[in-house]
C-alpha cells in the first residue's frame, strides 16, 4: 500500500511514516484494516482519502504537541485525524473531541 497521490499533507513525509501513523488508528468493525479506521473522536477515515479535505472520510497527521516541543517527525508526537477534527483542534495541546 502506498501513500495516496491526493495528499494535502503540510508534512513532507515519507510513505512508511504515513502507513505507521495510518496504524495508530482504530480498527473499524470487521473493515479491511488497510481500508477503513476511526479516529481518536470515532470518526470513520479511508486511507486513499489521506490529506483529501473534501472527502467525508479524508484524514491528515496530527501533531499532538506543537513541533517546538517534540520533534515533528517523532511518531509518538503524531496521530491520523479526520480533517474535520484536525481543524478543531488546531495546534491546542489541550483538547477533546467535539460529541
Known sequence: MSTPENSNSP???SDAIVLAV???ARPHGNS???MWRV???GRLIR?????NEKSPYGWVIDQI???DVFSMHSM???QPLHWKNKEAKGDKTSWTCAV
Open 22 to 24: 495510518w496504524n495508530k
Open 47 to 51: 486511507f486513499s482519502e489521506y490529506g
Open 65 to 67: 504537541r506543537p513541533s
Open 39 to 41: 479516529d481518536m473522536c
Open 11 to 13: 508534512f513532507n513525509l
Open 76 to 78: 509518538r508526537n503524531l
Open 32 to 34: 479491511p484494516m488497510s
